[in-house]
């Protein structure tokens, strides 16, 4: 497949066009970003560790029947995908309570969620990802209710099989941010599943093994993806 235009460059990732309209092809950078683009860096190799850690769980999540929007690998960086359209609602599905839910909230940080929260957010930049709720996503017709219900069935089905994937590596996972897109009037799941959108805390210790470590200062970040991305790749 031949790698055209540039069609999109965010934050953690350039989309481009390709020789197949049905296709467009990711490529992952090191750049890194938190507290609302206020916080700059680079991680060394982050992109390696997203593209192949996502590669891997999008093949787990294939084999429990969760579509996404993932066809195969290029190389370390590179992925080809399906053409979505993005979904303008960043799901986000929290087990225990810690970011920026604790700062909203007040609720003690680690304190275990049961049931499990599911929170949504517009995707927006400029605006910062603003909380939003069914009735914003049904006012700005930004899915259809039928196209939530399927996104909610299929965030909570990823989120018990990740849940117990993680489990058996060692890793709480703490909560996470999903993506989701229509392709061919399918909703499939898009974007990535990496420590930049997952959080995982170490199981006996609570080591955070994920973005926060960038987030604060923590040290070791290089070191800790690539020590959950060989993890990963014992599965
Ligand atoms: N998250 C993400 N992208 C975003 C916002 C959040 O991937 O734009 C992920 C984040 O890594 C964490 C979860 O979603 O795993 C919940 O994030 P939270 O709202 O606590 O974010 P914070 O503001 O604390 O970074």
Redesign the pocket.
Known sequence: MKKLEKLYEGKAKMVFKTDSPDHYIIEYKDDAT??DGKKKGTIEDKGVVNNLMSAKMFQLLEKQGIESHFVELINDRESIVKAVEIIKV?V?V?NVA????V?RLGVQDGLVLDPTVLEY?LKSDEYS?PLINDYHIAAMKLATEDEMQQIRDMAFKINAFMREVFFNLNLNL????LEFGRYKGKILLADEISP????FWEIGTNRKM??DRF?QDLGNVKATYQEVLQKVQTL
């Open positions: 938190a507290f960043e986000i929290r810690t970011g920026s839910m700062r957010c990802d703490i909560d996470f941010k930049d959108t997952c959080r994920d973005k987030r």
